[in-house]
């Protein structure tokens, strides 16, 4: 009697076995295996560098400088690559860029792209860049050069800059830091109040 209650239960049991072991080898067969240790994923060949492309690149990169236990500067970029054979450093999106004196802030950069050749020195600035200081003064230009060594900043395209209430444009710019002259070149206008002056250098 138990025999005959049990016996569709038993049939049940038998079939599925059964089907778990053909659905098993089937699965086996085509390469599939509950067993089979999974393979580790190869690297994406996104990730490797193209040809040209610099060894060395990080993303969202802060630099802080310091001198004489001072902060000279603190920089915020999207990208930054470095080449090994000339030591040039590339970045890309500078978001904020400042520039300490005697440990506060002076000056603050934004920019789109921009190098810097460490072996001379240079610094350059590309794209939408906007130099603002605490002293009211704003700088807009689409580049800039910083050269190190005679401490002489270059702005080799059209400029706008604001003094205080004084507006000036011009062809060209150039700044010499340890002489504290700034000329400017080129179709100058100067602004100041109802005052404006034109001029081909000042």
Do not use: C
Not at 56 to 75: A, D, L, S, W
Not at 106 to 127: M, P, R
């Amino acid at each position: 009697m138990l025999l005959k209650r049990f016996r569709p239960w038993v049939k049940w049991v038998i079939g599925m076995g059964l089907s778990a072991a053909v659905a098993t080898t089937a699965f086996w067969v085509l390469g599939y295996s509950p067993w089979k240790r999974p393979e580790s994923p190869r690297p994406a060949d996104i990730h490797r560098p193209e040809a040209g492309e610099p060894p060395t690149q990080f993303t969202k990169v802060e630099f802080i400088g310091r001198k004489g236990g001072e902060k000279q500067y603190h920089f915020n970029f999207d990208t930054v690559s470095r080449t090994e054979d000339d030591g040039l450093v590339t970045f890309q999106g500078l978001r904020e860029g400042i520039i300490y004196q005697d440990s506060e802030p002076v000056y603050f950069i934004v920019a789109n792209t921009g190098s810097w050749l460490e072996a001379k020195d240079n610094f350059e600035l590309e794209g939408d860049i906007t130099v603002t200081g605490t002293d009211e003064l704003t700088l807009r230009s689409e580049k800039l050069h910083w050269d190190g060594k005679t401490q002489v900043i270059i702005i080799p395209v059209p400029a706008e800059l604001t003094l205080d209430d004084m507006q000036a444009e011009s062809r060209r710019m150039e700044a010499h830091m340890q002489e504290d002259r700034l000329y400017l070149q080129g179709d100058v206008i100067i602004r100041d109040g109802e005052l404006t002056i034109w001029a081909d250098e000042v």
